[in-house]
């Protein structure tokens, strides 16, 4: 039972990008591109990876923080998992500290100031991605 009431407050693992196909204005190399409204470390875009992939030699964390951005090509809003990257020094580039939504650490799954590399091979921080995983229908 006392699990059960801890369910809410943990971080979960979040699936792949969704194949939504999504229409996308702006420069993913930019601060103010639409899916980091709420990211809060270095682009993988600038990285040697992407918006949505961790660049070669690092590993996704299997757990993450969550937000929710509007996307302006089509209004919609969306519910971005914001992945860590993990496994090689800091990327030192393009950083990024948008805190849209942003919780507590009491709240982790809503909370972008954690090292989220947790339960990978090693806790080393690298750089964010901002990976879609589906339509805010709220």
């Known amino acids: 039972m006392v699990g059960i009431a801890l369910v809410p407050v943990l971080p979960v693992a979040r699936?792949?990008?969704?194949?939504?196909?999504?229409?996308?204005?702006?420069?993913?190399?930019?601060?103010?591109?639409?899916?980091?409204?709420?990211?809060?470390?270095?682009?993988?875009?600038?990285?040697?990876?992407?918006?949505?992939?961790c660049p070669p030699g690092a590993e996704?964390?299997?757990?993450?923080?969550?937000?929710?951005?509007?996307?302006?090509?089509d209004g919609k809003r969306y519910i971005i998992s914001y992945n860590d990257c993990c496994g090689k020094g800091e990327c030192g580039r393009c950083f990024c500290n948008r805190n849209e939504g942003d919780k507590p650490t009491y709240y982790p799954p809503k909370n972008n100031d954690i090292n989220w590399c947790v339960g990978t091979k090693t806790n080393a921080y690298h750089c964010s991605t901002a990976v879609v995983v589906g339509v805010d229908e709220s």
């Open 15 to 53: 699936a792949a990008e969704t194949r939504l196909q999504l229409p996308e204005i702006g420069d993913p190399q930019d601060c103010d591109y639409w899916r980091y409204c709420a990211v809060d470390g270095y682009l993988c875009s600038c990285c040697g990876g992407s918006e949505s992939k």
């Open 60 to 73: 996704p964390s299997p757990v993450t923080w969550i937000g929710t951005c509007e996307n302006p090509a």
